[in-house]
C-alpha cells in the first residue's frame, strides 16, 4: 500500500477509500479475483452494492498500473511491480485458476525491439500462459 500511496501522490491523482479498499482486497486475496467478488467484499465495508462502484475502482487501479485484468480469467489481480515498468507475464493454472505473475527484462527487452521493428510504440503488455500448478500437475499425473 505504500508504493500505492508514493505512486498516486507523484502522479497527482487521488487513492479514494474505494479505491484503496478494491486494492487492499486484490492485495488480501493473493489470486485473480472477479469484479462481483471484489464489488462483494467493497458492499460488506459499506462501500455501496452497485456493479460501477467495484468497476470504477478496478479500472482506476489498472490504468495507473496498481493492478492488472487477466483476459482469460476475466478477473483483476494486484501488481507485484507497481510503478516499475514491466512486461508481466501470467502463469494461470488451468486446474484451479490460481495466477502467478512473473516477468522479465529479456521478454519486455524482445517486445521492445520487434516493435520498434515495426515503428510501434508499446505502452502496456501482459503475457498470459495457461498450463498446470505443481499440485494440479500432481493431481493430474496421480490420475
Known amino acids: 500500500m505504500a508504493t500505492a500511496e508514493r505512486q498516486t501522490a507523484a502522479e497527482g491523482i487521488r487513492l479514494t477509500p474505494v479505491r484503496r479498499r478494491a486494492l487492499e482486497i486484490l492485495l488480501e486475496s493473493h489470486r485473480a479475483m472477479g469484479a462481483c467478488e471484489v464489488l462483494e ?6 462501500f455501496g452494492n452497485q456493479p460501477p462502484v467495484a468497476y470504477r475502482a478496478l479500472d482506476f487501479l489498472v490504468e495507473h ?3 492488472h485484468r487477466i483476459q482469460r480469467l476475466n478477473a ?3 501488481c507485484h511491480a507497481p510503478g516499475q515498468p514491466h512486461a508481466p507475464v501470467f502463469l494461470i493454472c488451468r486446474g484451479c485458476d490460481k495466477v502467478a505473475e512473473t516477468g522479465t527484462d529479456s521478454l519486455r527487452g524482445a517486445l521492445d525491439d520487434l516493435a520498434r521493428a515495426s515503428d510501434f510504440t508499446i505502452e502496456r503488455m501482459a503475457v498470459e500462459a495457461l498450463g498446470l500448478c ?3 500437475r500432481a493431481a493430474e499425473d496421480a490420475s
Open 76 to 78: 483483476y489481480a494486484a
Open 65 to 67: 498500473g496498481l493492478a
Open 134 to 136: 505443481p499440485a494440479c
Open 41 to 46: 467484499r467493497l458492499s460488506q465495508d459499506g
